[in-house]
Each structure stands twice: as structure tokens, then as C-alpha cells.
């Protein structure tokens, strides 16, 4: 199907479902076909933005079409594995939003269904598609620092929404806390000190300021060691204004800093730079395209069009995801006992 548009089939069309409807109707060679909403109210307002794209509010009667080739799935976090494997089952290629599942064990169980089934599934870590962060990494990788010995990523931000019904703050829907956005930050972390190797240990420590939520973590930090001797510090905090990400990265040769910031996460009109220092000058490197949430969720689905044509790769294949899923839940273990928490 390389000359062929990938019919792509929408599973939530709650805030962030609507900007990947956007995102798959304004991508050349994606076609959206088919919307499951949340609820009647959702499915009509799907059907007034979109009048030639049928909607429904049962993601298996979307399954049951014959004229869908992939599957995006945004929806809450404890819905993930069932969907997604239902999708998989149904022979579509899937792209899921992070965190995969909310256990190691569902990301291996959508690993065996993917296997089983040939398909493609590729997790919604976006930020590696990013015109700002992800030349960070490639900047690493040419050798521009040397072998890259520290890591830092960092977000200052007020919190987080809420989610239809609330289900963000309602731990048995949503995980851990650290699986809704610092799972970002791990997952580039890892990424960007893999030639450091495997993470070996995690040891994080949070509070919160909300009395009747402790669960739910305003502030959080961790400390991330690599096998080969790199370390990574993961931090944010809930409690601040705005949503400002910084990325530093030191090597043995020079140093790279990174940092992004806007009135809100979901803009289109924010503030970056990149600098780098590769042991003999500063220099302050242009980024090509805007950067920012929604323009990585354009180059996410794009990207992901491409590979089910069998035109390229996937930004985050299903086992990096289940990687970020693990640091997460090795994070809130440690936050639990107050000790670090050792990789298997």
C-alpha cells in the first residue's frame, strides 16, 4: 500500500483525541475514516467537525469495519491494554498513547499480540519526534559532546487537567502519577544516554501539596544510573505557572542545553533555544521547524503513516514504550520505600 492513504480508524475524541483527529485529517497520505467516542454527546461532536468521517460511541463496532488499515488510540490509561489488543486482534496496525499499559505485564501481553498478529504497534512518546529535542539527540549521537556522562530533564508547570470524569486523579484508572508525564522525560532520558546501555537503578523521592489526593504527586525526582556509568536526573514539579521544559546533557568533550517554554503545553506560539559548547566554543544552534506538542503529534502520525506503507521506522516501537513503563514503575516503587529500586 505504499501509494495508498493509511485509513486510520480514531478510538477518543476527548481533548487530546481531537488534536490527533486534526492531526491524521491534515496529514498528507492518512485518511480518517472512522471515529469511537466516549459518549453520544462526543460521537455528534465528531460527526459537526468532521461530516464525512462516521462516528460511533462503541470502539468495537469501529473494529468490525473492513475499510480501516490503522488504529490511534487515545484514551485513559487502565483502557489501553483491552483496546489495543482488540485493535491488534482485528489485524490494524496500532498507534497507542504513552504509557503503553499500567504494568510491565500488559506491555508484554500487547508485544505477544502484535508478534502474533505481524502488526505494527508504536507507542505515543512524541517528544523524540520534536524539532528541538530530538536534534538534541541526534547532536549526541554525531558526537557533538562526546560520550554523553549526564542528563538532565526537567518540567516547571501548573497541573495537570483533570481528564474526563476525573479519571487522571483516580489511581486505579490512571496507574501512578509518574505514568501521565514524567514518563516523557524517562523515556528521553533513556534515549538520549543509550550508549550508556540498560538502566541499572532508580531512586526518586516526591510530596505532594493537595491533602486530600497524597497519592498524587505535584513534586517528583529521580535519579536514573546506566549501566555503563551514566546517570540521568528526572524532575518536575506541578505547583509552579506556565509549562517551561529544560534538557542539559554534559559528555566528556562539551555540553548541550536545550529549553522550551509557553503559556500552556498545547500551543503553537512558544519560546526555544538550543545551545551547545563542544569543548571550544558556545554556540546557539537554529531549530528548522517550530517546536511544541502539536507540531510532534503532526510528525508523530506522519511518521507513523509512513511505516505502516513500509516506508520507515517507527519513532517508538512497542519495547522502548515498555521500557518507559518500567522506569515508571520502578520510580514509584522507590518513592513507596524510600530506597532505590534495582532493574531486573
Given at each position: 500500500m505504499s501509494d495508498k492513504p493509511v485509513r486510520?480508524?480514531?478510538?477518543?475524541?476527548?481533548?487530546?483525541?481531537?488534536?490527533?483527529?486534526?492531526s491524521i485529517a491534515r496529514t498528507p497520505g492518512a485518511k480518517l475514516v472512522a471515529i469511537a467516542a466516549r459518549s453520544e454527546d462526543s460521537a455528534q461532536a465528531a460527526r459537526e467537525t468532521y461530516p464525512d468521517v462516521a462516528a460511533c460511541t462503541d470502539y468495537r463496532e469501529l473494529l468490525a469495519r473492513d475499510d480501516l488499515d490503522a488504529i490511534d488510540i487515545v484514551v485513559p490509561?487502565?483502557?489501553?491494554?483491552?483496546?489495543?489488543?482488540?485493535?491488534?486482534?482485528?489485524?490494524?496496525?496500532?498507534l497507542l498513547e504513552k504509557p503503553m499499559a499500567t504494568t510491565v505485564e500488559d506491555c508484554d501481553r500487547l508485544i505477544?499480540?502484535?508478534?502474533?498478529?505481524?502488526?505494527?504497534?508504536?507507542?505515543?512518546?512524541?517528544?523524540r519526534l520534536s524539532s528541538l529535542w530530538g536534534l538534541?539527540?541526534?547532536?549526541?549521537?554525531?558526537?557533538y559532546i562526546g560520550d554523553p556522562l549526564y542528563?538532565?530533564?526537567e518540567l516547571s508547570r501548573k497541573p495537570y487537567r483533570t481528564g474526563a470524569d476525573g479519571w487522571r486523579y483516580d489511581i486505579s484508572r490512571v496507574g501512578n502519577w509518574i505514568l501521565e508525564e514524567p514518563i516523557h522525560f524517562f523515556d528521553l532520558a533513556r534515549w538520549y544516554l543509550?550508549?550508556?546501555?540498560?538502566?541499572?537503578?532508580?531512586?526518586?523521592?516526591?510530596?505532594?501539596?493537595q491533602p486530600d489526593h497524597p497519592e498524587l504527586q505535584d513534586n517528583f525526582s529521580a535519579i536514573l544510573k546506566f549501566r555503563g556509568g551514566a546517570y540521568a536526573v528526572v524532575s518536575q514539579t506541578l505547583s509552579a505557572f506556565e509549562h517551561h521544559q529544560t534538557v542539559k546533557v554534559t559528555g566528556r568533550k562539551g555540553a548541550l542545553w536545550a529549553s522550551w517554554s509557553g503559556a500552556m503545553d498545547r500551543t503553537r506560539q512558544a519560546t526555544f533555544s538550543l545551545r551547545a559548547f563542544n569543548g571550544d566554543e558556545v554556540k546557539t544552534i537554529p531549530i528548522e521547524r517550530s517546536s511544541g506538542e502539536l507540531f510532534e503529534l503532526e510528525?508523530?502520525?506522519?511518521?507513523?503513516?509512513?511505516?505502516?506503507?513500509?516506508q520507515g521506522s517507527l519513532a517508538c516501537p512497542a519495547g522502548e514504550g515498555r521500557w518507559s513503563v518500567a522506569m515508571c514503575q520502578a520510580a514509584q516503587k522507590s518513592v513507596e520505600l524510600g530506597q532505590p529500586v534495582k532493574f531486573e
Open positions: 486510520f480508524g480514531l478510538i477518543g475524541f476527548g481533548a487530546w483525541g481531537r488534536h490527533h483527529a486534526d490509561s487502565f483502557l489501553h491494554c483491552e483496546i489495543a489488543s482488540a485493535a491488534l486482534e482485528s489485524g490494524r496496525h496500532v505477544d499480540v502484535a508478534q502474533k498478529n505481524n502488526r505494527l504497534l508504536a507507542i505515543g512518546h512524541e517528544l538534541v539527540k541526534s547532536m549526541i549521537d554525531d558526537g542528563a538532565l530533564v543509550s550508549s550508556s546501555g540498560d538502566p541499572v537503578s532508580v531512586y526518586a523521592t516526591a510530596n505532594s501539596r510528525e508523530q502520525i506522519a511518521m507513523f503513516a509512513r511505516a505502516v506503507r513500509g
